[in-house]
């Protein structure tokens, strides 16, 4: 089945034509639980039997060019970033087609923080980066939809049209108002949602920690 859903999500297009990606399906132990634990060991990883990353791949493509008796200039931020646009537009195909099927999707945004620990265990060559981590598995049930700022918060016509300090207030108040988002605020203690997400979910210390990792991990393959 995942076989067939990634061969209706590789239709996806991809920069130039060149399918600069790869998908590994992780589901045997104990490399699952280790991957699980290379994701901090969060519910939707741990939970689920199937982890699918999808990497950026510059690798199959650089053997190929080599094969051919060319050489791919790769090396470089450009490139990554095409083969990282291959694999998420790719990524997202992968969870649209799977949740069609009735399976569950979660992303696991761990996948480029720990992408060392997550090359090591995966055999990822240079130049295979992985950048989004799906666990996938039959839900328990229908889930419950969450809240989405206004289209008006994301919509622009002809020209981005920027906000007064009012107008934002008043867009993420479906989030600020979201019972589980005011459940959030409550179990930090902190004045509001926005302070959960800079000071619990994503601090600036934690952000720039996990940016080093990632920029020396590239720069050794001197894809930055
Ligand atoms: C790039 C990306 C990374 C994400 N990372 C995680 C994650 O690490 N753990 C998790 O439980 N959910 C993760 N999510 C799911 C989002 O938290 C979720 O989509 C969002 O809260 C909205 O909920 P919904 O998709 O159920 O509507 C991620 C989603 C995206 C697009």
Redesign the pocket.
């Known amino acids: 089945m995942l076989r067939a859903i990634s061969e209706r999500a590789m239709k996806a297009p991809t920069t130039g034509g060149m399918q600069l990606y790869s998908v590994v399906v992780t589901r045997k132990e104990p490399l699952r639980t280790d991957l699980a634990e290379a994701h901090f060991s969060?519910p939707?990883a741990a939970g689920a039997p199937v982890i699918v990353t999808v990497c950026a791949d510059l690798h199959r493509f650089e053997r190929w060019c080599r094969i051919s008796g060319t050489e791919p200039g790769f090396e470089n931020f450009l490139s990554f970033t095409s083969a990282m646009l291959d694999a998420t537009i790719f990524a997202q195909q992968f969870c649209t087609i799977a949740e069609m099927e009735g399976l569950g999707t979660?992303?696991?945004?761990?996948t480029l923080w720990q992408a060392p620990k997550i090359s090591e265990l995966l055999h990822l060559p240079d130049h295979v980066v992985p950048v989004c981590g799906i666990a996938v598995g039959w839900p328990y049930g229908e889930?419950e939809?969450?809240e989405r700022l206004p289209l008006e918060a994301l919509y622009h016509t002809e020209t981005y049209t920027d906000f007064s300090d009012e107008e934002v207030k008043e867009l993420y108040k479906v989030k600020d108002e979201y019972p589980a988002n005011r459940g959030y605020v409550e179990e930090h203690s902190k004045p509001s949602l926005a302070h959960v997400f800079t000071e619990v979910r994503y601090p600036r210390q934690m952000n720039e920690e996990f940016t080093a990792s990632i920029k020396s991990y590239l720069e050794r393959q001197g894809l930055l």
């Open positions: 969060q939707a979660c992303y696991l945004g761990t889930g939809a969450t």
